[in-house]
């Protein structure tokens, strides 16, 4: 299997090279040269599997021969035996035709676990192998940090730099980036907003000599790895409620468009998903650009549902290269465009885009509103991001079950959570002593030039 730009110019890569880079010399994002598919057999046979198991067989045809199939079964099972729950992914009932998908019981309590851990044992295996270090510099609105130092933390071959920012993360994603005790880890607070994070750490990929100097290495959403770990659970999640002798939709609580997007992979795959629906917050470009056709920057506002308070969504450049019909020069013209502050999407590639998503945005006010009544209602605590969710999921109830996302446990986000129902969620145990932990922390300027020594300085030691 090998891996092209959505830029069209970068070099063609194999999965352990477009794992290891992320994002590709031309400033595209990497995709799978053709998508595989599984048939109705290979999907039926998946009822009653283990988690891992379905995982084996929905990502062995995208990793080529970069893992042999017991190394790989070994990667997966290392990957989440530190869940919290036996299935991983549980599905819990909300009503007759609207399901829970709890993606929360790994390490730090969001979806983000799923693809990390699986990713940390990846690269841990494939650079033993080839001897090679690399400085793994993320950005993150508090859930990918988190995740991405919990996986890598204490590995040999790695070092981790994590741009969040400063004073916009809970406190629980603050303390979980702020408090391993690991050397090869470290938190940086810069003093601006996600999208500042997310462009520098962009930046540095395009600074080749800075690239090569540190042996650059990116597990942003936008790294395939990522978004492949994340096709799994939209296929064990609908196998358990009838696919493929039965169609479902899914709901997602959606940012940079990465856990999406692993849904329309899903379904390009073979899986029988009839609806995939967009979830904002307020900060909601992609349900205006489905909505219009025209993609347009708007400032960020910060809300209670910080993992989504993005408004450039990565992500969306994978889909649009497919709206294209893999025309990677239209889409790098149209990246360009966006430096100005947006661009309108061509008829055609927006026709294609309605037709494969759907979208809603909720305030919130919305938001609390539902964390209150999916408590009275139907007893379970949302994540403000979930229920940002379940909001937008009740728009599109019908006679095909629903799977909405729950993309994070309620106490990692205790304020939003408290203040909306009255109830505090407590940390599972396993994490009980969060609060306790002395933290580190490194404080910066919303500077590249400082930041890039800050990275040069603490791997020449
Ligand atoms: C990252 C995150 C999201 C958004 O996911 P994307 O893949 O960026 O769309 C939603 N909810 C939570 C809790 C997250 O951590």
Known sequence: ????????????????????????????LYLPESIPTLSKADIAAMAGQSYEDIAFTVMRPFIGDTFTDDQFKHLIAQAYAGFGHAARAPLVQLDSNHFLLELFHG??????????????????????????RVTIVGATSGDTGSAAMEAFRGLDAVDVFILYPHGRVSEVQRRQMTTPTEANVHALAVDGDFDDCQAMVKDMFNDFAFREEVSLAGVNSINWGRVLAQVVYYFSSAVSLGAPHREVSFTVPTGNFGDI????????????????IVATNRNDILHRTLETGSYTKEGVEPTISPSMDIQVSSNFERALFYAYDQDG????????DLKGGGFQISQGAYQMLK???????????????????????????????????????????????????????????????????????????RMADLYDRPERVTRTANNLADIQSIIKERIAT
């Not at 390490?107 to 699986?118: E, R």
């Not at 992979?265 to 073979?270: E, R, S, T």
């Open 1 to 28: 299997m090998r891996y092209i730009s959505t830029r069209g110019t970068a070099p063609v890569l194999t999965f352990e090279q477009a794992m290891l880079t992320g994002l590709a010399r031309d400033g595209g």
């Open 261 to 276: 997007f692993a849904g329309y992979i899903a379904q390009q795959m073979g899986l029988p998903i009839k609806d995939l």
């Open 329 to 336: 020069a239209t889409v790098a013209s149209q990246m360009d």
């Open 355 to 429: 037709d494969t998503f759907k979208s809603g945005r909720c305030s919130e006010d919305e938001t609390s509103a539902a964390i209150k009544t999916y408590l009275a209602k139907h007893g379970e605590l949302l994540c403000p991001h979930t229920a940002v969710g379940t909001h937008v999921a009740e728009a599109h109830l019908g006679t095909t079950p629903m799977i909405t996302l729950a993309t994070a446990h309620p106490a990692k986000f205790p304020d939003a959570v408290n203040a909306a129902s009255g109830v505090a969620a407590p940390l599972p145990p």
């Open 107 to 132: 390490p730090t309590l969001a979806f983000k676990d799923f693809a990390m851990q699986l990713i940390g044992q990846m690269f841990e295996a494939a650079l033993t192998r080839s001897g090679d």
